[in-house]
């Protein structure tokens, strides 16, 4: 754990034995088999934040179909941990997975580590839905809405009642085809279309839906488009890691009274 006040020319200063590097406060599990663009906007794009993050690509190269499951493989959870944990040694104070399916192993990750992990966007939809009118729900995007319903990580991150929200998977869109098959290229306009169309044809065929969660971290980088033509709250990984960030580093206020 980190010990540090504002003054560090005033107070003896410790690190963990390891860490081989300071300033990166959000550690990013990623997937280093998959092959496809990485816009500004995705959570894999450093370019996304305005802060430095440190990532740690997974051993073994595992498959996307590692990942986007109903039944979780026990010896990707092992290589999950084992990377959340060199990215503590390395002075990260939060976790976070490049891929909405990581909350198949939330529970056990989280308990294997001592900093706080936040593997999924979809971490966001109990805070969302408490936000939300009682008959409004929460329409999710996800890269494969098959698997999503009836996969761990739904319960993992809290969504314990199916009738708040409202899933639609993106991987039929031709686009999406291109990042689940690694084929290293896709076409940007032409996926902004293909999920803004699919976004509002979710919503007019559920009007009760008040805001939109892409689960997704191929999809903030449209998040701006989506919402032009929705009009709702668009939350996405984004959203998440930076309200993480603000919360595990801390600044004092300037002002005047």
């Known amino acids: 754990m980190y010990t540090y006040t504002s003054g560090y020319d005033q107070e ?12 990166c406060a959000i550690g990013i599990i990623k997937i280093g088999a998959l092959w496809f663009p990485l816009m500004p906007g995705n959570v894999s794009n450093a370019t996304t934040f305005n ?12 498959n996307m179909d590692q990942i986007i499951t109903t039944k979780p493989d026990p010896a990707f959870l092992e290589q999950t941990i084992k990377a959340a944990k060199e990215l ?14 990581f909350a198949n192993f939330l529970t056990e990750v989280a308990a294997a580590v001592n900093v706080p992990c936040f593997l999924s966007s979809l ?41 708040t929200i409202v899933i639609t998977g993106a991987e039929n869109l031709s686009q999406m085809q291109n990042v689940l098959q690694g084929r290293g290229h896709l076409n940007n306009a032409e ?5 803004v169309g699919l976004v509002k044809q979710m919503v007019s ?7 939109i969660l892409l689960e997704c971290t191929e999809m903030p980088p449209y998040a701006w488009a989506i919402q032009k033509a929705v009009r709702l709250p668009v939350f996405d990984f984004t959203t998440m890691v930076n309200w993480v960030y603000n919360a595990v580093v801390r600044r004092p206020f300037a002002g005047f009274i």
Not at 88 to 101: K, L, P, Q, S
Not at 191 to 195: A, D, H, S, T
Request: glycine share 12%; hydrophobic share 40%.
């Open 12 to 23: 003896e200063v410790f690190i963990p034995k390891g860490q081989a590097m300071g300033g």
């Open 51 to 62: 802060f430095p993050v440190h990532y740690k690509w997974m051993e073994g190269s595992p």
């Open 88 to 101: 503590e040694r390395m002075g990260c104070r939060a976790v976070v997975g490049a891929c909405g399916y």
């Open 123 to 163: 971490m966001q939809v109990p805070i969302i839905s408490r936000a939300l009118k009682p008959s409004q729900k929460i329409g999710i995007i996800c890269a494969n809405g098959r698997v999503l319903s009836s996969a761990p990580a739904l319960k993992a991150c809290g969504i314990n009642d199916p009738s």
């Open 191 to 195: 996926f902004e279309q293909e999920l």
């Open 205 to 211: 065929d559920n009007p009760d839906v008040g805001a």
